[in-house]
């Protein structure tokens, strides 16, 4: 785990120099990332601003942590893990049900996902990353980035700050 832990931090730390992201945070000639991505085989990618309003979007309907029902909009999972090659519909069977996804924020929380939960073959739940609260941009408390996870009773896997998702195996 220790291990797992000091990996992620050096890529961290060397993700901007192999993006080629300058010190104010953005790649030569493009818009800044918004969000890193990793892999089952361990290559990432920083999704920019420009990727990210190219991307499919959705919006879904959930009840937030004070009970209040709110309007999500924003990019599904499974979509932002196709950019990175991760194994859905025919592919998600055998050893790769033991792929997960770890989401990451920029505080330091972290939540576990099992990689079935973002394949519409195994479940209904759109589990999305949503940059808007209904009609709104997220604010930065809780963004620019989070998780919408309907149908969690609870919201603790409604990471807030998302920076970083990667896509792992368990032993």
């Keep these: 785990m220790l291990i797992d832990r000091v990996r992620l931090v050096l890529f961290a730390l060397m993700l901007p120099a192999v993006l080629g992201i300058s010190h104010a945070g953005e790649p030569p000639g493009n818009s800044p ?15 920019t601003a420009d990727q990210w309003k190219s991307l499919p979007r959705v919006s879904v309907t959930a009840v937030e942590h004070g009970g209040e029902q709110a309007r999500f909009e924003g990019v599904p999972v499974a979509e932002i893990l196709r950019l990175v090659d991760a194994p859905l ?21 972290e ?61």
């Design 111 to 171: 939540v576990v996902f099992a990689l079935a939960e973002f394949d519409s073959a195994f479940s209904d739940r759109v589990i999305l990353i949503a940059d808007r609260r209904n009609g709104e941009p997220i604010g930065p408390t809780e963004g620019p980035l989070r998780f919408v996870v309907p149908g969690d009773k609870r919201q603790a896997r409604w990471i807030r700050k998302l920076q970083t998702i990667s896509v792992r195996s368990a032993p």
């Design 33 to 47: 990332v918004v969000l890193t991505v990793q892999g089952p085989t361990g290559e990432a990618l920083g999704v």
């Design 89 to 109: 519909g025919r592919e998600l069977s055998g050893r790769n049900l033991r792929l997960y996804v770890l989401a990451q924020a920029s505080d330091g929380y």
